[in-house]
């Protein structure tokens, strides 16, 4: 079992934290999460990204957002990062050229002016592919 701790950003501006475990079978990933602003949540999916935006679409109806790289707009894991790292870490793009070398943890911390929703961020991807033209 793996345990992360990321930050919610709440509506009113004050940071809380959830307390999230995953647990990887050769199938899927059981994610569980667990905070005072919320109900317990899990969800199972065939990795953490996708589990971490099931979460994520939970927490914009309750007007928190999670504070952590696989919540930034410029997020996304490769198909290799999700089918041999389950989806663990993710990429950060720019406009126009390749993704970094190195991805990234998606439970590491990120700054709130990254943090997009769901619907942005696949947005978001879809124009960095476009961007190679």
Not at 100 to 114: G, K, N
Request: with cysteine.
């Amino acid at each position: 079992m793996r345990e992360f701790e990321i930050g919610l950003l709440g509506s009113d501006g004050l940071t809380h934290f959830s307390q999230i475990q995953c647990l990887v079978s050769h199938e899927e990933v059981r994610f569980d999460a667990r905070s005072e602003r919320h109900d317990p949540f899990s969800t199972k999916q065939a990795d953490a990204f996708e589990c971490l935006g099931r979460y994520r679409e939970y927490l914009e109806k309750l007007g928190l957002k999670p504070l952590c790289v696989g919540a930034r707009i410029d997020a996304f894991p490769s198909g290799m990062c999700r089918d041999m790292g389950r989806g663990f870490a993710a990429y950060i793009t720019e406009m126009g050229t390749a993704a970094a070398t190195r991805p990234e943890s998606i439970f590491d911390p990120a700054d709130a002016a990254t943090i997009a929703t769901v619907g942005e961020q696949k947005q978001r991807h879809e124009d960095w592919l476009e961007s190679f033209g």
